[in-house]
């Protein structure tokens, strides 16, 4: 048995001290300006998985002094229909962020919904727009999951400029946004796919390894550089020998924690801190969208 010599990044810890300062900055606006943010989530079917997503987050948005709304499709709904809600909630003026849970049933084009939202409400920040905004530096929503990696990965190393990073996936929703974040942190940056030539190699190069791919356990320990930070990604379901299910990262994390410098757990990594940067894009989006700052 390999001994763990990585510092565990805790981001349930991270996770909860930032919710505590979203609650604590949105009891402060509505104090002063009398502005209660609100995040409208919109879900269509019954995927049991999205259900409990939705269901936390409404639960945490609530906790966080902000209204919370929940609009319910069924599965068998139309584009026109999810479109019309949508159109509806940019519309109105008490909601600051809407996000639309996916996946959609496949009579629903995701793309289309995603560009429907009014890129000042996208909260999860996959408008094109917002793509565009981050890409080119200018403020932008930033998807939740890749900016929650961002501020691990800050808070363990400081600055992060002229480290060479290494992602693994090219998803708009982790792969794409986490390089561009990385890059504006002055990152020597490579994006690893499906059709990566020695991936391994690659890997081996890396201070920094993002882990974004949904293949349980398959970043190994002689892929990682001594000392280097591994955040993981992935979320995965397999089948233990006494037949539970558990849940395991794309990271093999026993093995690689006694190689790298740092890493992040699943459970309890990147995970909790997606809801948390959600609440804190909800609150951006309340303040941006009237001209105000974000209180200190
Ligand atoms: P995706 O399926 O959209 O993208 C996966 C990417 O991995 C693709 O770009 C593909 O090119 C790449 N890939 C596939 N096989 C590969 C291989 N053998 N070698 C190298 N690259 C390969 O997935 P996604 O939406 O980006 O999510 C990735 C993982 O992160 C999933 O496990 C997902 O559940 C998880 N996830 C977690 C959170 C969270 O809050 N922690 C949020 C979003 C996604």
Redesign the pocket.
């Known amino acids: 048995m390999t001994e763990s010599t990585a510092t565990r990044i805790d981001g349930a810890a991270f996770a909860a001290r930032l919710r505590a300062e979203v609650t604590r900055k949105t009891a402060l606006l509505h104090e002063r300006e009398g502005i209660a943010p609100g995040l409208a989530v919109v879900l269509v079917g019954e995927d049991p998985a999205s259900e409990v997503y939705v269901r936390n987050k409404g639960k945490m948005t609530i906790e966080a002094g902000m209204n919370s709304w929940q609009h319910r499709l069924p599965d068998t709904a139309t584009q026109a229909q999810l479109l019309q809600v949508v159109a509806n909630l940019n519309a109105d003026p008490a909601v600051d962020g809407i996000l639309v849970q996916l996946p959609l049933p496949d009579q629903i084009d995701a793309d289309a919904v995603i560009h429907a939202i009014d890129p000042d409400k996208d909260v999860d920040g996959f408008h094109v727009v917002n793509a565009g905004r981050l890409a080119t530096g200018l403020p932008a929503m930033v998807p939740c ?1 890749p900016l929650g990696c961002l501020m691990l990965l800050k808070d363990h190393l400081g600055d992060l400029s002229g480290m060479k990073a290494v992602v ?4 708009n ?3 794409k946004p986490m390089a561009q974040l990385l890059l504006k942190e002055s990152c020597t940056v490579t994006i ?3 059709r ?1 030539r020695d ?1 391994a190699a690659e890997c081996r190069q890396a201070d920094i390894i993002i882990a ?4 349980p356990r ?1 970043v190994k320990a002689d892929w990682v550089k001594p000392g280097a930070v591994v955040i993981d ?4 379901r397999v089948r233990m020998a006494d037949g539970k299910l558990k849940l395991v990262g ?1 990271v093999d994390y026993d093995a690689v924690a006694a190689v790298a410098g740092a890493i992040t757990p699943v459970p309890g990594g ?2 909790p801190m ?1 809801i948390a940067c959600l609440l804190n894009n909800t609150l951006e989006a309340a303040c941006r969208r009237r001209g105000l700052a974000v209180p200190a």
């Open positions: 999951t693994i996936g090219r998803s929703i982790v792969g690893a796919h499906s990566t991936l974004a791919v949904g293949r398959m990604v992935g979320i995965n794309d990147v995970g997606t």
